[in-house]
């Protein structure tokens, strides 16, 4: 085994899997998928811990099959988390420049984002990601890089997603009781869009929707930034859940039929149609109307698609999805449902696939492993921010001190 610091691993603790995915990244940052390391997650409800114990021993075999493949050893993550508790919204923040020549610094441009930042929230909340959308100055607006430029007032758009303390310390806890470090922590859904989208598609407009077992995480991108993001505490448990309900079967079976058989539309070829089902504990085989089983799912993902529609059309969003919708998570290869998609957003809607990576190619073709790929992505970009700040630190060091050196 080796450990080096181009190593850079995302842990996704999920309703139905744990899954930690090693990425190696070269010397310009383009990161290569070494390892993928997986676990039924047996104590994770609805995306949230639920069993500590069961959980813990579930990462640890996640981790440590990532590990064999990857021959690294593993001492830090970038974890995902996800909730229901999970809330996304925009803030503005507000400052005056006060140099004399009106001039905005580096200075006043933190000075913004930090009155971005200072936001009234609930006492047991905490902020995961305050993203910065574009700056505004004297009323000018679309604004990248304020620094240089003269006015009297900037402001800052940003996107601020928070939850729930204690929520998001539970994951964190049972990370450190491994004796594993927590780099930092990432929402799904930005992890899961950093993954599948491109750079034009989020200046075009894109809407990922990443369909879990216990939850559905959509996050909105429009002119290259965040604009809106959410969690649903719906996924394809619950589908399983209304199938073994509605049609009087055990869960297991439930999700065998929803596997084998399932769909999120209607055909005519299916009505009708039944599948007979051997019964367990010696009892008779059953048949299952098709038709029922199809019309029961198409409900609940129906239902699913709907709910993000309605709060995207309230903010004001559809209009800015010009480059359609991104479908990923287990959920996404339920047959039939991109179909569906379109029906209800009224736009283009395709499977999301990794983007500009290489590596294991069996990892990066599933729609299940957006979340654990784009936590990858993620702490590459963080790596690259640190490299660079350490240039940028060197650079004023020599600029400070070079010219006593250079009299001396």
């Known amino acids: 085994m080796f450990d080096s610091p181009s190593i850079v691993v995302g842990l996704e603790i999920g309703t139905s899997k744990i899954c930690a995915m ?212 719906v996924g394809g448990d619950h589908i399983s859940n209304d199938l073994a309900y509605g049609l009087k079967v055990p869960l297991g079976r439930a999700e065998q039929l929803k596997i084998e058989h399932g769909a999120a539309l209607l055909d005519e070829a299916v009505r009708g149609q039944t599948i007979t089902i051997a019964s367990d504990l010696g009892l008779p085989a059953r048949s299952v109307n098709l038709e029922h089983l199809r019309r029961i799912m198409l409900v609940r993902i129906e239902e699913i698609f709907t709910l993000i529609e309605r709060e995207l059309a309230e903010a004001g969003l559809l209009d800015y999805i010009r480059a359609g919708v991104f479908l990923c998570g287990g959920g996404a290869r339920i047959p039939l449902i991109q179909k569906l998609a379109e029906e209800i957003f009224q736009m283009p809607v395709c499977l999301g696939r990794a983007k500009s990576l290489s590596g294991l190619k069996s990892a990066l073709d599933q729609p299940e492993f957006a979340t654990g790929i784009g936590l990858v992505r993620f702490g590459a970009l963080q790596h690259k921010k640190r490299k660079r700040g350490r240039f940028q630190l060197a650079d004023r060091w020599i600029e400070t001190f070079g010219g006593l050196f250079r009299r001396n």
Do not use: W
């Open 22 to 233: 090693v990425g190696e990244l070269n010397d310009e940052g383009a990161v290569n998928i070494i390892g993928v390391g997986q676990s039924r997650a047996r104590g994770v409800r609805k995306g949230e811990i639920c069993d500590a114990t069961t959980t813990e021993e579930d990462v640890r075999n996640a981790i440590a099959e990532a590990e064999q493949m990857a021959d690294a050893e593993i001492r830090s993550v970038f974890l995902g988390v996800t909730g229901n508790h999970l809330r996304g919204f925009n803030n503005r923040g507000v400052h005056t420049v006060i140099s004399e020549d009106r001039e905005i610094t580096d200075e006043d441009v933190q000075d913004v984002i930090k009155n971005a930042k200072a936001i009234n929230l609930p006492n047991d909340h905490d902020v995961v990601h305050a993203i910065r959308q574009h700056f505004i100055v004297d009323g000018q607006d679309g604004i990248h890089h304020p620094v240089g430029m003269l006015g009297a007032r900037v402001e800052v758009d940003m996107h601020v997603i928070h939850g729930k303390l204690n929520r998001l310390q539970n994951p964190i806890r049972i990370v450190k009781g491994l004796q594993l470090e927590v780099e930092d922590v990432v929402f799904n859904g930005l992890a899961s869009s950093l993954a599948v989208l491109s750079k034009d598609e989020k200046e075009l407009g894109a809407l990922v929707i990443d369909i879990g077992g216990g939850t559905t995480e959509f996050v909105v991108y429009a002119d290259g930034i965040i604009k809106h993001t959410g969690v649903l505490a």
